[in-house]
C-alpha cells in the first residue's frame, strides 16, 4: 500500500524500543503497560521487551512510572490531575527516550493511550515523533458509551466476549471511563436469534472487564411494568407496586446486583422505558437502593425525568421528590424526550445536585438530536440507525451543553452505527477544544491504518457532508464516493478487511447507488405523468399501463447496479467481521429503522407504490367516465387552482413559510424550533399500518378513503412532516393574498391530538372547528385577511410530539383546483 502520509511531522523508528517500568507502578497500571505491549503486537508484530532497568544493546527506552499525587507540593505540584498525564520524547545520551508519568491508574491507562494514538504502526515497524511534551487532564469526570447486550442493537448482540473486551479497551485508549450495560430485561426480547450468550454472563464479562481496567460500570436499569403496559400514555403502572410483583422486581436485581465484580452507578430512566408513576418511581428507588448497596456499597443511583409524552403533574411530581434529595440519590441525568432544556433542568433542581449528560449518538430520526433538514431520500432508505459519522454535529451538540454544571457524559447507542459518533464524543469529553480533525487521524491511524490517517478522516468528513440538503443536487456525494474509491484501490487486505474501513466505504456507495435511483425514478415519474394526462386521449386503461411500464423501468432498467452489489457484499461482510446486522431478511436485524438500513435499499423514491395502488382500484371500477375522474382527481391531487399555495413539507422550498425561531446551532435538540420529521416506518409497513386499528392507523385510513377508498399505500409527501416537541410553536405564514377573496384552507396530518390551530390569532376551535390532524378544511374570509397575509399557528395543549402537518392547500375560492 502506498504510503499517503503526509510529512507534518518527523518521525523516528524505535523498533527496537525496551519498556522500563518504575517500582512505583501499580498492578493497574502494569495491565495499561500490557495493553500497550499487546496493542502494539497487534499492529506492528513488534513485541516489545519488559525489565525493571535499561538495557545497554536497546536503542529505545519507553520509561514508565507512577507518582502518586500526594507526593508532590508546592512547586512541585504535578502538572496533571486525576486521570491526567504526562508524555515526553527527547533524545537523551544518544537514544530516544519515551516517558510516560501519572499519579494514578487510569492517568497510566490513558497516557498509554495517548501514545498508542500518536504512534505509526506498520508492519514490523514502530515509529513516533521526534519530540513531544504532552501534559493532559481531562476536562470532564465522567466520559463513556453504553453498550448493551440485547436483540434491538445493529451488533452488540452477535458479539463475543473477545470482541466486547477488545471494543472496550478501544473505547478506554481514547479517553472513556465508563462503560454502561443493561440488565436482562428491558423494553426488548430477552434474547435473540444471534446471541449466543446468557445476557447476565455478558453482563458479568463487561464487568470484570472494566474492572482490569479501573472502568467504572453503570447499568441502565429501566422499571418495567407489567408485559402488556410498557408504555401507558400516564406512565403508570398500578401493578407494578403490588407485593407479588415487587418481590419479583427486586429479587431480579438482587440476582444481578449480587452476581456482578464491579458496579459503580445504577441509572434509571423515568419512563422511557418505564411504567411508573412519579411518585411510584421515588417510592420504589429506596428499595433498590438498599440492595445495591448490600453488594456495592458505595454504588449510586441516578435517575432521569425522561418519558413518553410527561404530563405536567408527573413532572411536577418528579421535581418535588428530586428537591427533598434524598439519600440514594446521586444525580439527574438530561436523556432524550426530556421536556426540559439542560439550562432549565439545572434550574429545577438544587444547585449541588450531579447532572450528567446522556446524548443520544445513533440515531438520524425521530431522536434528540436529528439530523437536520434531512432529506426525505435519506429518510426512506438510510432511516433511522443508518452508519451515521457526524463527527461536525457531534462536536458542536456535545459543546453547546459544556457549560451547564454537568459531570460528563456516558452515550446512549444501540450498536456500531454510530461508532466514529463515539470516539468523537470521547475525545471533546476530553478536552472539549479538540478539533474533530484530530481525534478523525487519531481514530483512521491507530483503528484503520496510519497510511491512510488523513484520507480516512476527511473522507468521513465527507460523509457527514452528504447529509446536507437535497440529495438530488448534492454534489458532494459522487466526490465522497471517489475519495473512497481512491483509498479502496489502494488498501491493501487489512484495511479491506477492517470493519470500520467497510462501514465508511459502504456508506459512501450507499448513498451514491440511492441517489442515482433517485434521479432515475424521479425521471420516471416524471414521464409516466406525462402519459397519464394524456389519459382523455389515451383512455384510462391504456393511460395506466403505459404508465405502469414506465414505472417498471426502476426494474427492468436499473441504474448502478455494480454500486447495488457492493453495498449487498459490504454489509455480508461487515456482518461477518463485526456482527452488523444491516439488514432483516439476511443478516437478522431487528428492523429497518433498527440498523438494518441495508434492507430499504431499493425502497421507491417516487410516487409509483402510491399510484400503482391507486391504479389497482381505478382498474376495478366498471365505467369509464368513472375511473376518468378518479385518475384525474389523482394526478391533479395536489393542484391548488389558479391564486392558490400547495405545500409539501418534505421540500426546502416549503420551509421559507416556517418561522424557524431558533437556527440549529442555537437549538440541536429542536426543544423551542419546529423541524421536519420523518416516517419512513410508514412505507415500511404500509399494509398493516393503513389497515390497522389503532388511532393513529385509522386516521391514514380515513384520509387515504377520502382521497381514493381502497388505497393500500400513501403518497409519499406523507412521510415527512412538519412538527414539533412538547410546546414549541408551529407557525406558517403565506403573503400576498388577495385580501378581497375568500380562501379554503386544507390541513392534512396524520395527527393533531391535543393541538391548538389558530388563523391570524383566532382559535379554530372559537369557530367550531377542532383540529383533529386529518383531513380538515377550514375557511378563510377577506376580514381574516385584511392585510393580505394569514399566519397559522399549532400548538401543543399537551406534552408530546406533534403536531404532524404533512400537506398544506390554500385555495383561492372559484378558482378551480383540485379538493385533494
Not at 206 to 234: H, R
Not at 342 to 362: A, H, V
Not at 407 to 416: C, F, N, R
Not at 565 to 594: M, N, P, W, Y
Request: charged share 25%; hydrophobic share 35%; aromatic share 10%.
Amino acid at each position: 500500500m502506498t504510503n499517503q502520509r503526509k510529512n507534518d511531522m518527523e518521525l523516528c523508528d524505535i523498533s527496537d524500543a525496551s519498556i522500563v517500568l518504575s517500582a512505583s507502578v501499580s498492578d493497574r497500571g502494569r495491565h495499561a503497560v500490557s495493553i500497550l505491549i499487546e496493542e502494539i503486537e497487534r499492529r506492528s508484530g513488534v513485541r516489545l521487551p519488559v525489565s525493571d532497568c535499561a538495557s545497554v544493546d536497546r536503542q529505545s527506552l519507553i520509561l514508565i512510572k507512577m507518582i502518586p499525587s500526594q507526593s508532590s507540593h508546592g512547586d512541585n505540584a504535578l502538572p496533571y490531575g486525576q486521570e491526567g498525564y504526562r508524555i515526553q520524547i527527547s533524545q537523551t545520551d544518544g537514544r530516544r527516550v519515551i516517558e510516560i508519568e501519572s499519579a494514578d491508574d487510569r492517568g497510566m491507562l490513558y497516557g498509554v493511550g495517548k501514545l498508542l494514538r500518536i504512534m505509526y504502526l506498520t508492519n514490523d515497524k514502530i515509529e513516533i515523533p521526534t519530540d513531544a511534551d504532552l501534559t493532559e487532564t481531562p476536562h470532564f469526570s465522567l466520559r463513556g458509551h453504553q453498550l448493551g447486550y440485547r436483540p434491538k442493537t445493529n451488533a452488540y448482540d452477535a458479539w463475543t466476549p473477545e470482541i466486547y473486551s477488545q471494543y472496550i479497551r478501544e473505547l478506554a485508549l481514547f479517553g472513556a471511563n465508563s462503560i454502561e450495560i443493561v440488565p436482562p430485561i428491558t423494553d426488548d426480547e430477552i434474547t435473540g436469534p444471534l446471541m449466543k450468550y446468557d445476557p447476565l454472563l455478558m453482563m458479568r464479562h463487561v464487568s470484570e472487564v472494566c474492572d482490569a481496567m479501573d472502568l467504572d460500570v453503570w447499568i441502565w436499569y429501566p422499571n418495567m411494568g407489567s408485559p402488556d403496559n410498557w408504555y401507558p400514555a400516564t406512565g403508570n403502572d398500578e401493578e407494578f407496586m403490588k407485593p407479588a410483583y415487587l418481590k419479583r422486581q427486586l429479587e431480579e436485581r438482587e440476582e444481578i446486583f449480587s452476581s456482578l465484580k464491579r458496579i459503580d452507578h445504577i441509572m434509571v430512566p423515568g419512563g422511557d422505558p418505564g411504567a411508573l408513576s412519579a411518585q411510584d418511581l421515588f417510592d420504589f428507588m429506596p428499595m433498590v437502593a438498599k440492595i445495591l448497596n448490600k453488594y456495592h456499597p458505595n454504588a449510586k443511583l441516578w435517575i432521569s425525568p425522561q418519558a413518553f409524552n410527561p404530563t405536567n403533574e408527573w413532572l411536577d411530581t418528579f421535581y418535588e421528590n428530586v428537591r427533598k434529595e434524598p439519600s440514594w440519590l446521586a444525580g439527574v441525568v438530561f436523556a432524550p424526550w426530556e421536556k426540559h432544556t439542560l439550562p432549565e433542568l439545572r434550574k429545577l433542581i438544587p444547585s449541588s445536585m450531579k447532572i450528567r449528560n446522556y446524548p443520544d449518538i445513533t440515531h438520524t430520526i425521530n431522536a434528540q438530536y436529528p439530523v437536520h433538514n434531512w432529506d426525505t431520500a435519506f429518510a426512506l432508505t438510510h432511516s433511522r440507525e443508518c452508519i451515521n459519522p457526524r463527527p461536525v454535529a457531534q462536536k458542536h451538540i456535545h459543546n453547546f451543553s459544556k457549560d451547564e454544571g454537568i459531570v460528563g457524559s456516558l452515550t446512549y447507542s444501540e450498536g456500531i452505527n454510530d461508532d466514529v459518533n463515539k470516539f468523537v464524543w470521547s475525545g471533546q469529553d476530553w478536552n472539549p477544544e479538540t478539533p474533530v480533525l484530530e481525534t478523525l487521524r487519531e481514530y483512521a491511524r491507530f483503528l484503520i491504518h496510519p497510511d491512510l490517517e488523513y484520507d480516512i478522516a476527511h473522507g468521513l468528513l465527507a460523509l457527514e457532508r452528504n447529509f446536507e440538503g437535497p440529495m438530488i443536487a448534492n454534489r458532494q456525494i459522487t466526490q465522497t464516493l471517489r475519495h473512497w474509491r481512491e483509498m479502496e484501490q489502494r488498501a491493501d487486505d487489512k484495511v479491506l478487511h477492517n470493519y470500520r474501513f467497510e462501514s465508511g466505504l459502504l456508506r459512501a456507495y450507499y448513498d451514491a447507488y440511492v441517489q442515482r435511483r433517485l434521479i432515475h425514478e424521479e425521471e420516471l415519474e416524471q414521464r409516466a405523468m406525462e402519459v397519464l394526462s394524456q389519459a382523455n386521449d389515451l383512455g384510462t386503461i391504456p393511460a395506466m399501463e403505459r404508465a405502469e411500464e414506465i414505472f417498471n423501468r426502476k426494474y427492468t432498467q436499473p441504474v448502478c447496479i455494480d454500486y447495488r452489489s457492493k453495498c449487498l457484499d459490504l454489509a455480508d461482510r461487515l456482518f461477518e467481521h463485526i456482527g452488523a446486522q444491516l439488514t432483516v431478511s439476511k443478516h437478522q436485524g431487528v428492523s429497518i429503522t433498527r440498523g438494518a438500513f441495508v434492507e430499504a435499499i431499493d425502497t421507491p423514491l417516487n410516487d409509483s407504490a402510491y399510484l400503482l395502488s391507486a391504479f389497482r382500484v381505478i382498474r376495478s371500477m366498471d365505467e369509464e367516465p368513472s375511473r376518468m375522474k378518479a385518475l384525474h382527481a389523482i394526478i391533479h391531487r395536489t393542484d391548488p387552482g389558479a391564486g392558490g399555495f400547495y405545500d409539501s413539507f418534505a421540500a426546502d422550498q416549503s420551509l421559507s413559510r416556517v418561522e424557524i425561531s431558533h437556527e440549529w446551532k442555537d437549538d440541536p435538540g429542536y426543544l423551542h424550533t419546529a423541524l421536519i420529521r420523518h416516517n419512513p416506518g410508514l412505507l415500511e409497513t404500509a399494509y398493516s399500518i393503513l389497515n390497522g386499528s389503532n388511532s393513529h392507523t385509522l386516521l391514514c385510513r380515513e384520509t387515504l378513503d377520502r382521497i381514493l377508498p381502497g388505497l393500500t399505500s400513501p403518497p409519499l409527501a406523507w412521510i415527512s412532516n412538519l412538527s414539533s416537541y412538547y410546546s414549541a410553536p408551529v407557525k406558517l405564514t403565506y403573503s400576498n393574498l388577495d385580501s378581497q377573496s375568500s380562501y379554503t384552507l386544507q390541513v392534512m396530518g396524520l395527527w393533531g391530538g391535543g393541538v391548538n390551530m389558530t388563523l391570524n390569532g383566532a382559535s379554530t376551535a372559537d369557530s367550531g372547528k377542532t383540529y383533529r390532524g386529518l383531513m380538515e378544511t377550514f375557511e378563510v374570509t377577506p376580514d381574516m385577511i385584511p392585510s393580505g397575509v394569514l399566519e397559522i399557528v399549532w400548538i401543543n395543549e399537551e406534552s408530546g410530539i406533534g403536531p404532524y402537518i404533512n400537506e398544506l392547500w390554500l385555495r383561492k375560492n372559484g378558482s378551480g383546483g383540485q379538493p385533494a
